[in-house]
């Protein structure tokens, strides 16, 4: 699924609009994700905060009744690239929200599809399953180790 210029634009556009409402000098917003719904029979891109409120909406032309399968997979790459564009440009810097938060693309129902971007802060440390590999037998060892002595 090819965007035009003007799809882009939009969607751009419709960040930029969610995000003011958390650019003020005032105290850090507390939420954890800002959610992008794509939805493939209307061709919307509604994005909201973690508490259901509506940010911004726009229409991209080519989603609108997109009839292949692979809708959030070609979804998840377009706005992906789009919300690094806005990291790039260095937009998310002055948000007042606490880090770390995410911008998730969820399906119809709001269930999580993928993570698009973590935006945290240098000091804060993610917890993956390459980094948990082999914790439980290390744990179960030094458990035994510290009973026995």
């Given at each position: 699924?090819?965007l035009?210029?003007?799809?882009?634009?939009?969607?751009?556009?419709?960040?930029?609009e969610?995000?003011?409402?958390?650019?003020?000098?005032?105290?850090?917003?507390?939420?954890?994700?800002?959610?992008?719904?794509?939805?493939?029979?209307?061709?919307?891109?509604?994005?909201?905060?973690?508490?259901?409120?509506?940010?911004?909406?726009?229409?991209?032309?080519?989603?609108v009744?997109?009839?292949?399968?692979?809708?959030?997979?070609k979804?998840?790459?377009?706005?992906?690239?789009?919300?690094?564009?806005?990291?790039?440009?260095?937009e998310?810097?002055?948000?007042?929200?606490?880090?770390?938060?995410?911008?998730v693309?969820?399906?119809?129902?709001?269930?999580?599809?993928?993570?698009?971007?973590?935006?945290?802060?240098?000091?804060?440390?993610?917890?993956?399953?390459?980094?948990?590999?082999?914790?439980?037998?290390?744990?179960?060892?030094?458990?035994?180790?510290?009973?026995?002595?």
């Amino acid at each position: 699924m090819k965007l035009s210029a003007q799809s882009h634009a939009s969607i751009t556009s419709s960040l930029r609009e969610a995000l003011e409402k958390y650019v003020t000098d005032g105290d850090r917003t507390v939420i954890t994700d800002i959610h992008l719904q794509p939805k493939q029979d209307s061709g919307e891109l509604v994005i909201f905060n973690d508490d259901d409120e509506e940010l911004s909406r726009t229409i991209i032309e080519e989603w609108v009744d997109y009839g292949e399968d692979d809708f959030y997979i070609k979804v998840e790459g377009i706005l992906r690239t789009d919300i690094n564009t806005l990291k790039g440009k260095e937009e998310l810097e002055s948000l007042c929200i606490m880090k770390p938060y995410s911008f998730v693309l969820v399906d119809e129902d709001k269930e999580t599809v993928a993570e698009l971007l973590l935006i945290d802060d240098d000091d804060t440390l993610l917890l993956n399953d390459e980094l948990l590999k082999g914790l439980d037998e290390e744990l179960d060892a030094f458990l035994k180790d510290l009973l026995e002595k």
